[in-house]
């Protein structure tokens, strides 16, 4: 049980230890690209240069009260009387054209 012990301080303790090591690369450089690759790469890049020339522009937000919002608030305009439209009610409350 002791010898457990001792492990687990030793690995909570070489933890931050390793995460200050250097990352070595070993391989410098790895295997170089045939003509062919290059080539295949290049034609591949200007296909994809050419499809993002075919995308349309962004269109305009689609926010149906955009335009509320950047307004200002309109005058309320001036009611003639409203006694003379004002439809009458009979006395079961209902409205009588």
Known sequence: MKLFRMA????VLA???YA????????????GKTP????ADAERDKAYKETLK??????ASND???G??????????PKASTATNAPKKT????AAN
């Open 8 to 11: 687990a301080v030793l690995a």
């Open 15 to 17: 933890g931050p230890a």
């Open 20 to 31: 200050q090591m250097p990352n070595l690369n070993l391989l410098q450089e790895g295997p």
């Open 36 to 39: 062919e690759e290059k080539a």
């Open 54 to 59: 075919k995308i349309p522009d962004a269109k």
């Open 64 to 66: 149906p009260w955009g």
């Open 68 to 77: 509320m919002r950047s307004d200002p608030p309109k005058q309320p305009t």
């Open 91 to 94: 006395k079961a409350g209902t």
